[in-house]
DNA sequence: CTTGACCTTCCCATAATGGGAAGGTCTACG
DNA sequence: CGTAGACCTTCCCATTATGGGAAGGTCAAG
């Protein structure tokens, strides 16, 4: 199977699949004598398993920890609990301060009358002199 | 006052002034004989404006849009609301997102027992085949 | 005049892709 | 057999907004 039936197999496009390789995500794959990389089911399993993780937002980096223990067969739960919750909390985090912006912004467009005149408490707000 | 003194001023580093600078979002400053970008209250005042703006995360372009929109007398509120509306619907969408994402996690989190066993939920919804 | 704190520009790195060029390969069809 | 078109390869560039750091000029105080 070539790059791009395993890219179409799984949702990767075939630019990550080269990509991951490249940083070490997937070890490389093997070649055909044409130097076209070949993949197995077992690299389409892999390949879905970082497509998930990326979907729930892990960062490369963590997914290679997951990875990682995913293949360790004497992993602690422990342990990959440790980076789903370490994520879930970066995630809390991010949106705790979105949340403010969107609170801020929300306050302000309501109090912005949206018509032709140019006064406007968004743009009063932004030239504010203090904070 | 030279660019230290700005950022000092301001909370926006050199290095950022000179690329807000380099990217039009700022007009080019004024230089001394020795070629130091030389900053007035004006040019504090518009730092400032783009510190909230970022804060509040608008993106540089955003920014743009803004700092334009202030500086026309002749503006329309609604303008500025609707620069700040899509931003807001931009924001939502991506707590959305992310906040589906902790739902995931945390729902698998609670039943991995996170103990020197292998097992755990976590990976096993990773590595499913389907979806 | 020297030292140290400034300033300048320029280049590199970040995260995780996508785009696209230049060139080799494979397959199906006439 | 030859060729077109759909693949594949590697390599380079772009994205967003910022920081780091080098090499070299400037300024103020001692």
Redesign the interface.
């Known amino acids: 199977m070539n790059i791009g039936q395993a890219a179409d197999a799984t949702g990767v496009s075939a630019k990550r699949i080269r990509y991951y390789e490249q940083v070490g995500l997937l070890k490389p794959a093997e070649r055909s004598d044409a130097g076209y990389r070949v993949y197995e089911a077992g690299d389409l399993?892999t390949l879905?398993?970082i497509q998930?993780?990326r979907?729930?937002?892990f960062s490369l980096p963590q997914v290679s920890e997951?990875l990682a223990?995913?293949h360790?067969?004497?992993?602690?739960?422990?342990n990959?609990?440790?980076v789903?919750?370490r994520?879930?909390e970066e995630?809390?985090s991010?949106?705790d301060e979105?949340?403010s912006?969107?609170d801020?912004?929300?306050h302000?467009?309501k109090r912005?009358?949206?018509?032709?005149?140019?006064?406007?408490p968004?743009?009063s707000?932004?030239?504010?002199?203090d904070?």
Do not use: N
């Not at 912005?112 to 406007?120: E, I």
């Not at 707000?125 to 002199?129: A, E, K, N, V």
């Open positions: 399993h879905h398993f998930r993780a979907r729930l937002g997951l223990l995913w360790d067969q004497g992993r602690s739960s422990r990959v609990k440790a789903a919750t994520h879930v995630l809390r991010k949106i979105l949340q912006m969107v801020t912004l929300t302000l467009a912005c009358d949206g018509d032709d005149r140019p006064d406007c968004i743009l707000d932004l030239q504010r002199s904070s």
